[in-house]
């Protein structure tokens, strides 16, 4: 008896230490991912607009970066790019709408094979089933903001839509809580895709933020009465001006929708009156308090969706905390793309414009990254799939086209890191009117080429030098004072799309001018 009990505390102690080795070499992956969350909306990058304390908490207690810019500035895409560490024409996923090829490589599968248990909940977006996780529960598509529909997996192991009631954003937090709570198992490291609707479009916010902001004016950035005449065609022809292309939705001045009685109730309270004022006060409004009226209906509604984000951050943070899983989690925060908050006057995202290029990045890993700290290195979402492979200690293939960033998290300076950056947007013709483009960038010059807008092949060129033009107003592209930046720039641009194997000819659409 005594025996056995020795046998035993010495099975215990070994298995205890077996674990404690295993949990150091495959510490558990937390990725919080937004849908078009931009960094002007986020107090860590830009404190001039909101207060996110709880996104901030991973900027304090971990490493920022300054410059993650994203391969093609779109939902489903840029969701492809990171599931697989390839560049669009390589994962095949170009733009939205189409459905993604679930059956090649993709990180969560290698972190399957490798132990982690997996799961993703809330958007998903690339329209296949989730493969190479343990357990999904995801929106159908887009998803709604209030009462939305979710794809899990059923007890004969296919597919089921259920249908959930409350704010989406608090549902997806609630979901990802429980999965923390019940069916994590505590024997694997896991690798985990927290992953929100919001802040996208038509920004409804929740009932906790629907009157908040109200005696507040939101500041307007400088660009927002741009009028387009530093640069070629495909800036002024796009369809994504507050002042033209917001709808009554997106304005919150149409009725409805999916909420029930008791979400409507509230709704209504929050928007009837400032909405029966401004249309009682329209006739006669001019056209520039027309726009700044839009502007702020739209820009608090953005703010108040990110604002329920940071509290179910919040309360997935706490509970890391409360459970002893914090030292052992690598939490990173990201979005799929920047966005414009009215800069250039717009919303939306898709351009190699330096808003909807670059999305936040934030790393947490106690005893690895250092709190506080700031890279300013080009990294990417491109490199997302190769740093959570290295994070879980597993080989990379050679086919990812990115590079892990866990040398940047543990504070050393890799050699032969990026200077360059490749971009390339394949959506038109498409939402919101946004001309086909690829292009080169160093963080000081970017060199975009505008090449099929609205069925037509078209040659535009546009050069910015970021130091002197970071608004980016005027295209020096053919200024003969910079026609040596110009040319390596074209031979940087010539010799990134080899090294990525970027086809000759687009392979999205018949490029031939429609007759
Ligand atoms: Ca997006």
């Known amino acids: 008896m005594k025996q056995t009990k020795h046998l035993l505390s010495f099975l215990l102690a070994f298995g205890l230490f077996q674990s404690a080795l295993t949990a150091q070499q495959q510490p558990n992956i937390l990725f919080i991912f937004t849908d078009d969350h931009c960094e002007q909306a ?44 390839k560049y669009s024409h390589i994962n095949g996923f170009f733009r939205n709408g189409l459905s993604f090829n679930g059956d090649q490589q993709t990180f969560p599968k290698l972190l399957q094979k490798a132990g982690y248990q997996t799961a993703v909940v809330g958007k998903w977006h690339l329209e296949s089933t989730p493969q190479g996780f343990n357990h999904y529960d995801v929106l ?44 994590r198992d505590p024997d694997k490291p896991f690798m985990l895709m927290f992953q929100h609707k919001a802040p996208h ?66 709704w209504n309270a929050a928007y009837k009156e400032k909405n029966e004022a401004y249309l009682a006060a329209l006739p006669n409004m001019t056209e520039k308090e027309i726009i700044q009226w839009k502007y702020q209906r739209y820009v608090k509604d953005y703010l108040r969706c990110v604002k329920s984000v940071d509290d179910g951050i919040g309360r997935v943070l706490d509970y890391l905390d409360e459970n002893g899983l914090t030292e052992n989690t690598v939490v990173i925060y990201s979005s799929d793309q920047g966005w414009y908050l ?43 799939a190769e740093t959570f492979l290295s994070i879980a200690n597993i080989k990379i293939p050679d086919d990812m086209q990115g590079r892990s960033l866990e040398p940047l998290f543990r504070g050393r300076n890799p050699e032969n890191w ?98």
Not at 75 to 81: D, E, I
Not at 158 to 174: A, H, K, M, Q
Not at 368 to 377: F, H, I, L, N, T
């Open 42 to 85: 986020l107090s860590a990058y830009d404190p001039s607009r909101i207060s996110t304390p709880n996104m901030d908490r991973l900027a304090n207690e971990g490493m920022r970066f300054t410059r993650c810019y994203v391969t093609n500035s779109i939902c489903g895409p840029s969701r492809a790019v990171i599931q697989t560490g």
């Open 140 to 183: 159908v598509g887009q998803g709604p903001y209030y009462n939305p529909p979710m794809i899990t997996r059923g007890y004969d192991g296919e597919p089921v839509t259920l249908p959930n009631t409350g704010y989406t954003t608090d549902v997806i937090t609630d979901k990802t809580l429980a999965w923390l709570k019940t069916d």
């Open 201 to 266: 479009r038509d920004w409804k916010p929740g009932p906790k933020y629907l009157n908040w902001l109200d005696d507040v004016t939101i500041p307007e950035p400088e660009t927002l009465w741009d009028d387009y005449s530093g640069r070629t065609q495909s800036a002024a022809r796009q369809a994504m001006e507050i002042k033209t292309h917001m709808t009554a939705r997106d304005l919150k001045l149409e009725p409805r929708g999916n909420l029930n009685e008791e979400q409507w109730t509230h």
């Open 418 to 515: 990026r200077e360059a950056f490749y971009y390339h947007y394949y959506e038109n013709p498409g939402g919101h009117n946004v001309s086909r483009q690829y292009g080169v960038t160093d963080g000081r010059y970017k060199l975009i080429h505008f090449y099929h807008l609205e069925n037509e092949e078209i040659d535009d060129w546009e050069l910015f030098d970021l130091e002197k033009d970071p608004n980016e107003l005027h295209s020096v592209y053919g200024d003969p004072q910079y026609s040596k930046i110009q040319k390596q720039k074209h031979t940087q641009l010539n010799r990134l799309r080899k090294k990525y194997e970027v086809p000759e000819v687009d392979p999205v659409f018949n490029r031939r001018r429609r007759s």
């Open 342 to 384: 009215g800069e250039h006057g717009w919303f939306d995202k898709r351009w190699m414009y330096e808003e909807s290029l670059k999305t936040p990045l934030m790393v947490r890993w106690p005893g690895v990254v250092k709190a506080g700290s700031v890279r300013d290195e080009i990294v990417s979402n491109l490199d997302f």
